[in-house]
């Protein structure tokens, strides 16, 4: 157990690279069971949710290899192995095993998904998916046991936009004998990229990025080579930890259209943005007008920057309210930042946030987004040093935090707990 140290107060100033994103790669990654030859992908995070994937291929037979940020996965003798405990149980997105199995083989055996509980997480709406394409799921001693003799495309309406449920729809659909129709899916752009390499293995998919996807099956899929879109998330972060430091950073490698809500929001409250090709800088300002923000689906403010954003609302001068309207109660975050000397209230889906300076504590991550958002708000203290418990949380999703903060500046470093 490892924690992370802080001195903070000091702006900070240079430039970081973003990786590949970690919600695409642990989706493209399962997304590989589908081929039948090697399947390369490039701008891979140094993430654990991503070497815990890995491994997970491993175990069901295939053979990865890893070249820096470029993985291959052969998954030509992977055997449909049931994975009811073990790996599966310390990400969330060991759901995505479910689609990709089931297309690949016709059965899969999947323990509950683990991962960052910040409330409960139902996958009904996947479920609903796979019964619509002719699977009959079950459960198994506590694991999803999934089965179809043939899988057969079907009209799908979700009740709610899900982002994992679109991407596992689309995984099994893909294989499945004629055509499937998802209504109401997620627009995100992980689900873009997923549905970009599913193409480039041979499957039919149209209309990803919109609300009506249009996915016509195929017998088989091959490999092919797919690069992994950079990480919006880890950038809204820098980009918030930038204007809470009254720093200034260019932001790069990223896709700026993906991070127009961050964007949006930051200059409403005074922060200087400018957008380029492919990266963005922030020029922080003395003074920030209070704003409300409210935590959508895509293309709204992303839910996974709602709690950094918090942290970034206590550095106005005014009261803020940010209302989340994917997660009723994702506020893990809010009792820590309070032992920082926040005025921060929770009522009902809304943080009501008052500005005002933080002190140093010891606080603790309770899952990775909250975590983040203790290290914007540890960055702005001027004295003392913050001790973030639950480092292993935020290792979850930014690829080397420490090294790149250092380099914009930051006094970070890690200590064993
Ligand atoms: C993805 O989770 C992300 N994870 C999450 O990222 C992110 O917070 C979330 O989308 C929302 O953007 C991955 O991509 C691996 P959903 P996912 O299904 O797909 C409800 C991070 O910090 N729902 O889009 O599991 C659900 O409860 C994380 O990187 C159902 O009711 O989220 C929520 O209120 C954590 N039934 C809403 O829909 C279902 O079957 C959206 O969830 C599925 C979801």
Known sequence: MEKLMVRGGRPLRGSVQISGAKNSAVALLPASILAESP???????????????????????????????????????????????????????????????????????????????????????????????????????GSVRIV???????????????????????????????????????KEPEIIDVATLLNSMGAKIKGAGTETIRIEGVDSLH??????????IQAATYMIAAAATRGDVLIDSVIPKHLEAVTAKLQEMGVHVYEMDEAIRIVGQPLYEAIDVKALVYPGFATDMQSPMTSLLTQTNGVSILTDYVYSNRFKHIPELTRMGARIRVEGRSAIVEGGPLTAAKVRAADLRAGAALV??????????????????????????????????????????
């Open 148 to 186: 179809a003799k043939e899988l057969r495309g079907a009209k799908i309406y979700l009740d709610v936009v899900s982002v994992g449920a679109t991407i596992n729809i689309m995984l099994a659909a893909s294989k499945a004998k004629g055509s499937t129709v998802i209504e109401n899916a997620a």
């Open 223 to 232: 490999g092919c080579r797919h690069s992994i879109i950079p990480d919006r």
């Open 376 to 417: 914007v708000a540890a960055l702005t203290v001027p004295e003392g040093v913050t001790e973030i418990g639950g480092a292993e949380y935020i290792d979850r999703g930014y690829d080397h935090l420490v090294d790149n903060l250092r380099l914009l500046g930051a006094e970070v470093w890690r200590e064993t707990e």
């Open 39 to 141: 399947v390369t992908l490039d701008n891979l995070p140094h993430l654990s949710d991503v070497a815990v994937y890995s491994d997970i291929l491993q175990e069901l037979g295939g053979s990865v290899t890893w070249n820096g940020e470029t993985i291959v996965i052969d998954p030509s003798d992977m055997k449909s192995i049931p994975m009811p405990n073990g790996k599966v149980k310390l990400l969330r997105a060991s759901y995505y095993l479910m689609g990709a199995m089931l297309g690949r083989f016709g059965e899969a055996t999947i323990g509950l998904p683990g991962g960052c509980n910040f409330e409960p997480r139902p996958i009904d709406q996947h479920i609903k998916g796979f019964e619509a394409l002719g699977a009959v799921v079950s459960n198994d001693h």
